[in-house]
């Protein structure tokens, strides 16, 4: 009876060890239980990587594209890793190593300083503090290129109303505003703002007639200036100039002083926060040195 015991005890053992080798994969598989989907060498491709690489509204024939040429990639990405550990010397993948974690230890440091900066910086920066950092660092906002003031107005070549069109441009009071507001629909081009800065190159691009203007026509202020092309007649008042290399107008350097406050908050906040972090830790024995 006792070696009939034994007997069965060895055979449930030998099942159970057969079925435990299959299930973990000692030979050759990975030692979890996820379901691989290819192996190179000792690296394993698992069905999850791939589970968002097609949606419900893939069909099977595209899945099946893009789910294998995924798999091709991975490897022989694999393989060409794995010929460079053999060819690589030690010296050098500890290089590349440490180049990794090196890497990996500044995203995981980004992603927490810019997390603090979002949840506690001032953003708010009022007309006085960028006025105040204008004035003390002005003559670091020099002018690389030539602004300008203007409006303008084009009009068909032989239009009944480029003289209005002329008087209006040029006095431009309140109702000649309103007359040239009321006629926009007849313009096939025209900007009335007159009061943004606005840069030589841009407007080239958007008046290309102004190639073909005379240099004195273009370098003064308070100025009126009739220009013709293929495409009509332009009418161009200049209100005001900023020759390059002067001190760049407020108006117009404002969205960059705002960043550069901005900038300077962030880094602040930074620089507190890794010192805090660090006092913070030497107080609650997290980091000490050892001598």
Do not use: H
Not at 123 to 143: D, G, R
Not at 206 to 212: G, M, T
Not at 217 to 222: H, K, V
């Amino acid at each position: 009876m006792k070696t009939k015991l034994n007997y069965i005890l060895a055979i449930f053992c030998g099942v159970f060890l057969l079925q435990s080798c299959d299930y973990f994969n000692f030979d050759f598989g990975p030692e979890d239980e996820r379901e691989v989907v290819a192996r190179v060498n000792k690296s394993f491709l698992y069905r999850e990587d791939i589970s968002n690489l097609t949606t419900a509204t893939t069909s099977k024939e595209d899945s099946t594209v893009i789910v294998n040429n995924y798999i091709d990639r991975w490897a022989t990405q694999q393989l060409l890793i794995d010929r460079a550990k053999l060819n690589l010397n030690l010296e050098r993948q500890k290089k590349f190593d440490k180049l990794v974690d090196d890497y990996k230890n500044q995203l995981y440091t980004k992603a927490y300083t810019d997390a603090m900066v979002v949840k506690k910086i001032d953003s708010v920066i009022t007309e006085n503090q960028v006025k105040e950092y204008f004035e003390a660092n002005s003559t670091a906002f020099s002018l690389n290129e030539t602004l300008y003031k203007l409006r303008y107005v084009r009009l068909p070549d032989g239009s009944s109303s480029i003289n209005q069109v002329k008087r209006e441009i040029a006095r431009f009071n309140s109702e000649d505003k309103q007359s040239l507001m009321n006629s926009v629909v007849e313009y096939p081009q025209y900007n009335l703002n007159d009061s943004i800065w606005r840069e030589s190159r841009q407007l080239l691009e958007d008046l290309p007639v102004l190639k073909e203007a005379q240099p004195w026509q273009l370098n003064t202020a308070d100025r009126y200036v009739q220009l013709k092309d293929s495409l009509g007649v332009y009418l161009i008042y200049i209100k005001d100039i900023k020759e390059r290399g002067e001190q760049a107008p407020l108006s117009y350097i404002k969205p960059t002083v705002e960043q550069i406050i901005l900038n300077k908050r962030k880094q602040e906040l930074i620089k507190n926060l890794r010192t805090d972090i660090t006092k913070d830790a030497i107080k609650n024995n997290e980091f000490e040195i050892f001598n």
